[in-house]
């Protein structure tokens, strides 16, 4: 099946299940709600808004020297730096790695990009270990799923199927309340921290000048993987970076507040290398592995490329009429909602994943919610623009060329009034079938019925 | 050696490119007519306490904020008159959770308080197993700063006994002294920076609030797989 007709099929399907939509409203209920409250609290959103977008252009436009910047301070203090261009790529660094240290079993914590480079199952084929140490990210790997959503990624559960899910996998789930189900994955991931040959994480930010990589969490999980294994890998986009260590101030009570309604996230941590002379743990190896996989394409358009300025909050996805009403899975793609119907054509092919933003209200929701400002709703309209001009549909063409001549054409507009009126019981023959050539519209609406005189007519002979 | 000339040429592939993709130029984000002077010269970050959450101007006010984002966040706050009383703050903590050890790591305020509990004490700084702290009731731990804005702390593994002492154990007891509640986050970056200049730890933390997830329902549960506890003890 194509990726078009398999979104169409199961969005259709997810627009119609009554239970997915009560669980994702259930989930989103307060979103909004609490976001509201922890944005009036700042003195002023709207310049921290502009200060942060502001900010990620100077970074993403002056990319290479961030880059270069930052890998020069890592590995000044002894943190191994790679370049991946693509998936392949960054999973053969990865194997590499875990095949020098004799590795068997790996933690990780929550990194979008290994979902991009889908290294979990590159890993399992290898036959290594691996476990998602996140609470969202290990219910889905349980049920080898792909995260619904990239902030929260078990957010299309009840508590009550993640109960059975326990029970079945993990033989163990005293009742389905949300704290003895967090509890019984406390308990499992414990010695899999003590005991597992490397930890992995992504990373939020990446700061050019102190040469650190911020990583932002609410469990603890992550600072638990990148204290414990003996060798530590970090896995992400090159688009990451921020100028300054003080950046930070903003944009981590940002990301909390446009992700969750969160004043700030739990765990904010910054790496700056491996374990040090003195210090008392921490891994010995520390491997940071920077992806480009397509971004530079990205990136040379200058017309979207405020797309990398994406912190990944999840803000878009939250307020998205169209990603509350198919959900996170219809996509299809590693990054869902808005930001993902924006960049997945640039980074897995236009004419595959073009559909993406025809599904869309253009309502703007997105980019009124975006703590970076990207024009998400405008980037929309640019890939429909860009999709038709590359390859235009050959019938739609020939629609409105037909269309044009039959309008200017004063001639042929009253005949095809006539042939209208005239067709018009037919259409109600044929409707929603088939047989009909406007069955995708007609399937679900009524068309008006088309009166017998014309406003024009009616003008004309009005006495 | 192969190898490293592959490794090379990957990064400076990636970085032509990107160059390449850069020798044309993307509009400025909003209308500021003043950002392309002030993106060249300052950050445009560097006005963030002007826009973040106020903080009050005085001291006092600082610690009322601070206590009250500790209870928002459900973190203990315990505002003590003088040093002498933080043995008796912390006793009653261990007898209350049956404490039989603890983990802590070597400095001034944290011998004087792990001393004060009579426990036997891991401590983390010449290395230390980790099955062992796992079988800790709590570790206590100084900081670097406590942030008014956030009720958030501010750790380093310099400070606070490693990367693992502040988040392995159940419970995670703070020590700081009043001076060094910092008004907000910048602040505390600046703090850092002054700090630490040009030899920072390798790990710094902004820890806010105990371990928490909400990835069930999006319903509130603590110690998901940090601590469940956080208390701070400030003189």
């Given at each position: 099946m194509s990726f078009v007709s398999q979104f169409k099929s199961l969005a259709s399907e997810k627009t119609r299940d009554l239970r997915h939509r009560s669980v994702i409203r259930t989930a989103l209920r307060s979103y909004e709600v609490v976001r509201d409250k922890r944005k009036a609290a700042f003195q002023s959103w709207e310049s921290a808004r502009q200060a942060a977008a502001e900010t990620k252009w100077e970074a993403i436009n002056h990319l290479d020297e961030h880059l270069v910047a930052l890998t020069a301070k890592l590995e000044a203090r002894g943190t191994k730096v790679h370049w991946a261009s693509n998936g392949a790529q960054a999973r053969e660094i990865i194997s590499q790695i875990l095949r020098d240290k004799k590795a068997r079993s790996i933690i990780k914590s929550k990194a979008m990009t290994s979902e991009e480079i889908h290294l979990n199952h590159a890993l399992e084929k290898e036959g290594y270990t691996v476990v998602e140490s996140d609470l969202g990210e290990f219910i889905v790997q349980l049920r080898h799923e792909a995260p619904y959503?990239?902030?929260?990624?078990?957010?299309?559960?009840t508590r009550g199927e993640i109960k059975d899910l326990f029970q079945k996998?993990?033989?163990?789930?005293?009742?389905?309340?949300p704290e003895d189900l967090t509890m019984v994955a406390r308990r499992v991931m414990r010695q899999k921290y003590l005991t597992a040959d490397v930890g992995f994480t992504g990373g939020n930010f990446a700061i050019a000048e102190t040469g650190m990589i911020s990583i932002t969490e609410n469990e603890g999980n992550a600072r638990l993987t990148a204290a414990l294994p003996k060798t530590m890998i970090t896995l992400m986009g090159?688009?990451?970076?921020?100028?300054?260590?003080?950046d930070l101030a903003l944009f981590l009570p940002m990301l909390a507040t446009a992700g969750?309604?969160?004043?700030?996230?739990?765990y904010n941590t910054m790496y700056s290398g491996p374990r040090q002379p003195?210090?008392?743990?921490?891994?010995e190896e520390w491997h940071v592995v920077l992806l480009d996989n397509r971004r530079t394409e990205l990136l040379a358009n200058a017309e979207q490329r405020?797309?990398?300025?994406?912190?990944?909050?999840g803000a878009c996805l939250n307020v998205c009429p169209i990603f509350r009403n198919?959900?996170?899975?219809?996509?299809?793609?590693t990054y869902s909602g808005p930001v993902g119907a924006v960049i997945t054509p640039h980074l897995r092919g236009l004419q595959d994943w073009k559909h993406l933003s025809n599904?869309?209200?253009?309502?703007?929701g997105c980019t009124e919610a975006c703590p970076v400002k990207i024009d998400l709703h405008h980037h929309l309209l640019q890939n429909r623009r860009n999709a038709s001009t590359s390859e235009p549909a050959f019938f739609e063409k020939l629609a409105y060329q037909t269309f044009a001549i039959v309008a200017n054409e004063p001639a042929f507009w009253s005949l095809a009034k006539k042939i209208g009126w005239l067709t018009q019981p037919l259409q109600s023959l044929v409707k929603?079938?088939?047989?009909?050539?406007a069955k995708a519209w007609t399937k679900t609406r009524e068309l008006p019925p088309q009166p017998l005189e014309s406003f024009k007519d009616w003008w004309k002979n009005r006495k | 050696m192969k190898n490293e000339e592959i490794i090379l040429s990957e990064r400076e592939k990636i970085l032509g490119r990107i160059r390449e993709a850069l020798k044309v130029s993307a509009p400025l984000p909003g209308?500021?007519?003043?950002v392309a002077a002030h993106a060249t010269t300052e950050?445009?970050?560097?006005?963030?306490r002007e826009w973040l959450p106020s903080v009050g101007a005085s001291g006092a006010e600082q610690f009322d904020l601070f206590a009250k984002n500790c209870a928002d966040l459900k973190a203990d706050f315990q505002l003590l008159n003088?040093?002498?009383?933080l043995p008796a703050a912390l006793q009653k903590i261990a007898a209350a959770e049956k404490w039989s050890r603890i983990a802590s790591h070597d400095g001034e305020l944290s011998n004087f308080a792990s001393v004060s509990l009579g426990l036997p004490v891991l401590l983390t700084d010449k290395g230390y197993d980790v099955q062992e702290m796992e079988k800790c009731d709590a570790g206590i731990s100084e900081c670097d700063a406590l942030i008014a804005q956030t009720g958030g702390v501010v750790v380093t593994n310099r400070s606070a006994g490693g990367r693992a002492l502040s988040v392995l154990p159940p419970h995670h007891i703070v020590l700081a002294r009043?001076?060094?509640?910092?008004?907000d986050l910048p602040a505390a970056f600046a703090l850092l920076q002054q700090k630490?200049?040009?030899?920072?730890?390798s790990m710094i933390s902004f820890i806010t609030g105990p371990s928490r997830t909400?990835?069930?329902?999006r319903i509130l549960v603590l110690?998901?797989?940090?601590?469940?506890k956080l208390t701070i003890l400030c003189f």
């Open positions: 959503h990239i902030v929260f990624p078990s957010m299309h559960l996998e993990l033989g163990d789930a005293p009742s389905d309340s090159i688009e990451k970076v921020l100028p300054r260590f003080a969750a309604g969160q004043p700030m996230t739990c003195g210090e008392c743990d921490g891994p405020d797309s990398l300025h994406c912190i990944r909050c198919v959900g996170g899975h219809t996509y299809g793609t599904a869309s209200t253009l309502c703007g929603g079938t088939a047989l009909d050539p | 209308s500021h007519s003043e950050s445009p970050a560097s006005h963030a003088n040093r002498e009383e009043r001076e060094q509640l910092v008004a630490y200049a040009d030899n920072y730890p909400g990835d069930i329902e110690g998901a797989h940090g601590p469940k």
